[in-house]
């Protein structure tokens, strides 16, 4: 399967998968309160596909446009209902039940946040080890005295076991904090406090990636350029490379390591390399030439061979971390939260102009990361379909005419002044919220086609 169609499937699946839990959750909450369904729906516009199931005959359909999806319930604002049938009308519900409807889509990205990551750790995950590479020049992690092989122990005082838990922190610290003391040791079980000035992350807007901008870099051991694996119908094996060789020189630069064959290799898409390698104790020559394929929208090249480390590399850079089924589910219940008020942290930034507006990521980005992310593995791909899903249960939260929590909005004011809101100002809210979406979704789509313009 082609780069292109591997990352929209990764994307149609996520999207997927987020829009039926979330319609779900109304669905059920409906059928709790007695509501009668007429009809769910993943997309918009005309069906391409229905059938009519349950006692209710609901429509389940799928249309045209993917982007979203609807339950729609029988309401007597929206067509004549009988007699009989009244009482099974949305608009007749109590007001303390159409909040829960309404809620309860929004609730349901958050419980699957939830189950996603307790499956993750109670099953166990395999993570980068915090280890960092050395710092790049002039950068705060630099100046804080940060070396090339240290392990970041804790964080502002808390303790971290892998990369993603030191990256998570240090967001966190960056949103309330100029400085975070990085506890830390080096190879020799040497511990010392390295102080990193974390400022430069707000005052960029917080555009890009906050790790990159502080210098940091994931460790990577010297390995020597020794083949292991060679792919079947690779440009190695095309070449008749095997397992085992060491590589000497390439187009007679001398090569000393892993890091150097993989530099060299992806700067020569398509491009015949003259390889020198060392086999059974004899000199041989031959060509190569690096299949070009496309990564995030840069051509790079590969010839389809790992190198040969027995593992021992991975062993010392991978931790695997789970939990009992019990503290899993308060961590996994702890993530959720703590991604949710960052979330709803960030949008209060990007409103009061602390955090840039070009960091909001349109469906082309997000399909990008999906595809990403599912090539990295399955553990990978199910925490980035439970990131998206927590933050398109934050985003519906707002109050915002036209989403979940503009209506909450709504139910909210009909409690305060004892009767509901005038059909004109709901028509009104409705048309201003249909417009900040609009607006939002071409400012999405803007950001998307500058990152595949002048990215890379």
Same mark, same amino acid.
């Given at each position: 399967?082609?780069?292109?169609?591997?990352?929209?499937?990764?994307?149609?699946?996520?999207?997927?998968?987020?829009?039926?839990?979330?319609?779900?959750?109304?669905?059920?909450?409906?059928?709790?309160?007695?509501?009668?369904?007429?009809?769910?729906?993943?997309?918009?516009?005309?069906?391409?596909?229905?059938? $009519?199931?349950?006692?209710?005959?609901?429509?389940?359909?799928?249309?045209?446009?993917?982007? !979203?999806?609807?339950?729609?319930?029988?309401?007597?604002?929206?067509?004549?209902?009988?007699?009989?049938?009244?009482?099974?009308?949305?608009?007749?519900? *109590? =007001?303390?039940?159409?909040?829960? +409807? =309404?809620?309860?889509?929004?609730?349901?990205?958050?419980?699957? #946040?939830?189950?996603? @990551?307790? !499956?993750?750790?109670?099953?166990?995950?395999?993570?980068?080890?915090?280890?960092?590479?050395?710092?790049?020049?002039?950068?705060?992690?630099?100046?804080?005295?940060?070396?090339?092989? /240290?392990?970041?122990?804790?964080?502002?005082?808390?303790?971290?076991? %892998?990369?993603?838990?030191?990256?998570?922190?240090?967001?966190?610290?960056?949103?309330?904090?100029?400085?975070?003391?990085? /506890?830390?040791?080096?190879?020799?079980?040497?511990?010392?406090?390295? $102080?990193?000035?974390?400022?430069?992350?707000?005052?960029?807007?917080?555009?890009?990636?906050?790790?990159?901008?502080?210098?940091?870099?994931?460790?990577?051991?010297?390995?020597?350029?020794?083949?292991?694996?060679?792919?079947?119908?690779?440009?190695?094996?095309?070449?008749?490379?095997?397992?085992?060789?060491?590589?000497?020189?390439?187009?007679?630069?001398?090569?000393?390591?892993?890091?150097? =064959? =993989?530099?060299?290799?992806?700067?020569?898409?398509?491009?015949?390399?003259?390889? /020198?390698?060392? $086999?059974?104790?004899?000199?041989?020559?031959?060509?190569?030439?690096?299949?070009?394929?496309?990564?995030?929208?840069? %051509?790079?090249?590969?010839?389809?061979?790992?190198?040969?480390?027995?593992?021992?590399?991975?062993?010392?850079?991978?931790?695997?971390?789970?939990?009992? *089924?019990?503290? #899993?589910?308060?961590?996994?219940?702890?993530? %959720?939260?703590?991604?949710?008020?960052?979330?709803?942290?960030?949008?209060?930034?990007?409103?009061?102009?602390?955090?840039?507006?070009?960091?909001?990521?349109?469906?082309?980005?997000?399909?990008?990361?999906?595809?990403?992310?599912?090539?990295?593995?399955?553990?990978?791909?199910?925490?980035?379909?439970?990131?998206?899903?927590?933050?398109?249960?934050?985003?519906?939260?707002?109050?915002?005419? +036209?989403?979940?929590?503009?209506?909450?909005?709504? @139910?909210?004011?009909?409690?305060?002044?004892?009767?509901?809101?005038?059909?004109? %100002?709901?028509?009104?809210?409705?048309?201003? !919220?249909?417009?900040?979406?609009?607006?939002?979704?071409?400012?999405?789509?803007?950001?998307?086609?500058?990152?595949?313009?002048?990215?890379?």
């Amino acid at each position: 399967m082609s780069g292109f169609f591997y990352y929209l499937a990764a994307f149609a699946l996520v999207l997927g998968i987020l829009v039926i839990v979330h319609e779900f959750g109304h669905y059920l909450a409906a059928r709790w309160a007695g509501v009668k369904v007429l009809r769910f729906s993943v997309g918009f516009g005309r069906p391409l596909w229905s059938r $009519r199931w349950g006692r209710d005959r609901t429509e389940w359909a799928i249309a045209a446009f993917p982007l !979203g999806g609807y339950v729609k319930m029988l309401d007597e604002r929206e067509g004549e209902v009988a007699a009989e049938e009244l009482h099974r009308s949305f608009n007749r519900q *109590p =007001v303390r039940w159409r909040m829960v +409807i =309404v809620a309860a889509g929004p609730a349901a990205n958050f419980v699957l #946040a939830v189950l996603i @990551y307790w !499956g993750l750790f109670w099953h166990g995950t395999e993570e980068f080890k915090p280890i960092l590479g050395r710092p790049a020049i002039a950068s705060p992690a630099a100046a804080a005295g940060l070396q090339d092989g /240290e392990q970041v122990l804790q964080v502002g005082g808390e303790k971290v076991q %892998t990369w993603q838990e030191m990256r998570w922190l240090l967001l966190q610290r960056a949103a309330e904090q100029d400085q975070v003391d990085l /506890e830390v040791i080096n190879a020799a079980n040497e511990i010392a406090i390295r $102080r990193l000035d974390v400022s430069s992350v707000r005052r960029s807007g917080w555009e890009g990636d906050a790790l990159d901008q502080l210098g940091f870099g994931l460790y990577r051991p010297r390995l020597p350029p020794v083949l292991g694996k060679i792919n079947v119908n690779s440009a190695a094996e095309a070449a008749g490379l095997r397992s085992g060789d060491e590589i000497l020189s390439i187009d007679k630069q001398v090569i000393d390591s892993w890091a150097e =064959v =993989v530099r060299v290799v992806r700067q020569s898409p398509a491009k015949t390399l003259r390889v /020198e390698v060392l $086999r059974d104790g004899a000199h041989i020559e031959m060509s190569v030439t690096p299949v070009a394929v496309d990564e995030r929208g840069s %051509t790079i090249g590969r010839i389809g061979a790992a190198v040969s480390d027995h593992g021992q590399a991975r062993a010392a850079l991978m931790i695997t971390v789970s939990y009992g *089924p019990w503290s #899993a589910f308060r961590k996994a219940v702890g993530e %959720t939260w703590d991604k949710s008020v960052f979330t709803l942290l960030m949008i209060g930034k990007m409103v009061t102009g602390e955090v840039s507006w070009r960091n909001i990521s349109g469906p082309v980005s997000i399909a990008d990361y999906a595809g990403q992310s599912a090539r990295l593995g399955v553990d990978y791909y199910l925490k980035f379909l439970a990131l998206v899903s927590i933050s398109l249960g934050v985003l519906n939260l707002l109050p915002i005419p +036209i989403l979940d929590g503009g209506h909450l909005l709504y @139910y909210l004011v009909e409690i305060i002044k004892r009767g509901p809101v005038s059909e004109r %100002t709901m028509e009104i809210g409705q048309q201003i !919220g249909l417009t900040f979406l609009l607006m939002l979704m071409a400012f999405a789509f803007y950001n998307d086609i500058n990152r595949l313009l002048f990215s890379g």
